[in-house]
């Protein structure tokens, strides 16, 4: 659906600072995504391929499968509205087929696979009302739908409405099970299955697709897949394995910035200082290309080290960035994350934090780590009240927030019962 792993790790990293709006936010309940976001985010928008796009142009689509045709309408004219909208999409008219899937929905209200499709459309942040509605409506109507469909519309109930992390897990499951030779199917299965840290099953998955590709003799053109294939592959220890995958990316997007982050992060802890510089020399001229902000080298060596648990060495990395840049609000909020999430220094975060946004400013981002500080702080019922607050305003579901969440419970319940 959406490129889960960079944004959730990007959402985790770098939304804790000064509150800006940018392009990507949809609303004042969406967090105060900082220019590191945006950047990569419009950069990949270049050349990310649409999923969409490839549904029915693969050897085994959807539209005209026998097994769902007890998911078609009645209708003739609803037919004739759904038709219409699988050619638009087929055409990457997105938008245009949007509004066929709407119609067709409106003359018939049960219609599940164009409620199905319109939901596929519209799961991104830039969507995130109209894609909660659809779900809802193909979640209703998933009964006319065979089994493994049945669990994908689950899944995306699960991601955008109940956000409820064993629902999650419980359909990436079931749909794991499944033997329908899909390339969409099984690359969302796989990202999601990134996004709940199941990295071992997430490779199993990418492996069907890898081997439905060679099946097929296609490659599968959508840059997400080896992002999430790569980093997957980097969790499970898999380096070989992860450095072919984003090899293969890089061949085919050169410029795709969450490929080039994620082969900084191998260069990096692998203390191939040569290959870092080069690989932040390049992300650095891409987005002065493209007329974002340029970080320092430093700030990004903290970032990654912050994600891949090392915390020492983020700390070290994000205050020689400060150091360097002492004005710097998105150092300082990111430091401010950093010093919450590896439990140092809290006072000193709490400080960075409310210098890093105006006065009387909030976001998602800050009241996640005002979250953190209050959880190791032991004030938990505080940092319950506000994680789960991020939570339910955040369109970007997180599996990070929700863990916490449900680790900060199962503490306040073993209090109780004392």
């Known amino acids: 659906m959406r490129k889960i792993m960079l944004v959730s790790l990007l959402f985790m990293c770098v939304l804790a600072v000064n509150g800006q709006k940018s ?5 004042s309940n969406e967090p105060g995504v900082n220019t590191l976001n945006t950047m990569v985010l419009a950069a990949n928008a270049s050349s990310s391929f649409s999923k969409a796009q490839s549904i029915d142009t693969e050897k085994h689509g959807f539209a ?9 309408s009645a209708s003739p004219q609803a ?13 990457d008219q997105s938008n245009e087929a949007i509004k066929s899937f709407t119609e067709a929905c409106k003359i018939d209200s049960t219609f599940a696979m164009a409620a199905f499709y319109a939901t596929l459309l519209t799961n991104n942040p830039e969507h995130y009302k109209e894609s909660v509605r659809w779900a809802k409506m193909a979640y209703d109507n998933k009964d006319n739908l065979p089994k493994d469909l ?22 990436c499951d079931a749909m794991l099970t499944s033997d329908r030779k899909s390339r969409i199917f099984l690359d969302d299965l796989g990202e999601n299955l990134c996004a709940i840290e199941q990295y071992g099953k997430a490779v199993k998955a990418f492996s069907k ?6 099946e097929l003799k296609s490659d599968w053109k959508n840059s997400g897949y080896y992002e999430n294939y790569g980093s997957a592959c980097h969790a499970m220890g898999m380096h070989e394995k992860e450095a072919e995958v984003f090899k293969k990316g890089l061949i085919a997007s050169p410029d795709d910035m969450s490929l080039l982050w994620d082969q900084t992060r191998c260069a990096l802890i692998n203390g191939n200082d040569e290959a870092v510089n080069n690989l932040i020399n390049k992300m650095q001229k891409i987005s002065k290309d493209k007329g974002y902000t340029v970080y320092t080298p430093e700030f990004t060596k903290g970032i990654i080290y912050a994600m891949e648990n090392e915390g020492a060495k983020a700390e070290e990395s994000l205050r020689k960035a400060l150091q360097n840049d002492p ?15 590896f439990n140092v220094n809290l006072d ?14 909030d976001n998602l981002g800050s009241s996640y780590v005002k979250g953190l500080i209050s959880m190791n702080r032991g004030n938990l019922e505080e940092a319950l009240a506000t994680l789960q607050q991020v939570k339910d305003k955040s369109s970007i579901w997180n599996y990070k927030i929700c863990s916490t969440i449900t680790k900060i ?10």
């Open 79 to 91: 037919m004739d509205k759904y038709w219409e909208g699988v050619h638009q999409m087929m055409a």
């Open 64 to 72: 005209y499968e026998e097994d769902f045709k007890d998911a078609f």
């Open 23 to 27: 392009t990507d936010q949809q609303s």
């Open 150 to 171: 049945q669990d994908w519309i689950s899944l995306w109930r699960g991601l955008l409405i109940t956000k409820d992390c064993d629902e999650i897990q419980q359909c």
């Open 209 to 214: 697709l890898e081997a439905l590709c060679i």
């Open 348 to 361: 000193e975060a709490e400080q960075l934090l409310a210098k890093s946004q105006p006065k009387e400013t």
């Open 409 to 418: 419970e199962s503490s306040l319940a073993n209090q109780n019962a004392k």
């Open 327 to 341: 004005d710097n609000k998105d150092i300082m909020g990111t430091l401010a994350w950093c010093l919450a999430k």
